[in-house]
């Protein structure tokens, strides 16, 4: 990315390119704000601080790293943070950004252009991996999680945030309202008739519920906790029972959970539903 291209207006016309027919000009701006700018990376790294099992400078991968705000976050923090991006423009900027603030960083092995599955890290290399509103993006969400079970240290954590789209909310994207499940032809219809493009609902959209991405972090050997207060969702306590009972609610606006890899390090992978 050339230097004059590292700037803001440069993203601004790129976002608007990318999303013509999804993203209002307002929405490109909170876009830029949330997640180029460093709103959301900041609370993230205090998200993942939380689990309190991070030692200093531990290795830690974002899936789907974008402009590469949180891997960029967490490095500030001291920790030996990498992310993981197919878009090229996203992956140079965050390229570019790096070698503005740490002179000297190898920024080809810290944001890798790669689609996944698979992962390009050896077993139980990173103490903590994030999908930050990525998992709606990634049509091999089983093998992804597979791989991600695999890439984590023994104790380690994934982190997750994504839309659930079993719940009757807003499409996350064209800030629509949307009905649970919504069937592709009746979500195709509905944009239409909102003056907006499909094309993106296709290409890069697939649903993600909270119940089945529960049941795929169990199923890759992963305990389930929540992402808030990294209670274990399936130890319960009187004193637990309203956030048990918020937590396992299906029709929850977010999936919003984390699942640690056993100390033990054992994964049973049998074969799983789609999530």
Not at 86 to 107: I, S
Request: net charge neutral; hydrophobic share 45%; glycine share 6%.
């Amino acid at each position: 990315m050339a230097a004059q291209e590292y700037d803001i207006d440069f993203v601004r016309r790129h976002l608007t390119r990318q999303y013509e027919g999804v993203f209002t000009a307002e929405m490109v701006e909170a876009h830029l704000r949330d997640q180029v700018d460093f709103a959301f990376a900041n609370y993230a790294v205090a998200v993942v601080e939380l689990a309190g099992r991070l030692e200093p400078g531990a290795p830690v991968l974002d899936i789907g790293s974008g402009y590469g705000s949180f891997v960029l976050a967490m490095r500030r923090k001291g920790y030996d943070a990498v992310g993981i991006e197919p878009a090229d423009v996203e992956v140079a900027f965050a390229r570019a950004r790096l070698a503005q603030e740490q002179p000297g960083a190898e920024g080809e092995l810290i944001y890798r252009q790669a689609d996944v599955p698979p992962l390009p890290w050896p077993d139980a290399t990173f103490a903590a991996v994030t999908l930050w509103n990525v998992a709606e993006h990634i049509p091999d969400i089983v093998g992804t999680m597979k791989e991600v079970a695999r890439a984590l240290r023994p104790g380690g954590a994934v982190h997750l945030l994504c839309p659930n789209y079993a719940a009757f909310r807003q499409e996350a994207h064209y800030h629509l309202p949307w009905l649970p499940l919504m069937p592709r032809p009746l979500a195709r219809w509905w944009l239409r008739k909102h003056g907006r493009s499909s094309r993106f609902l296709d290409e890069s959209i697939y649903y993600r519920t909270h119940w089945g991405m529960q049941t795929l972090l169990r199923n890759v050997g992963l305990e389930i906790f929540d992402l808030c207060n990294q209670a274990p969702v399936f130890r319960p306590s009187p004193m637990r029972i309203r956030d048990a009972l918020r937590f396992h609610n299906p029709f929850r606006s977010v999936v919003e959970m984390a699942g640690r890899k056993s100390p033990a390090g054992s994964n049973a992978m049998p074969d799983m539903p789609h999530a």
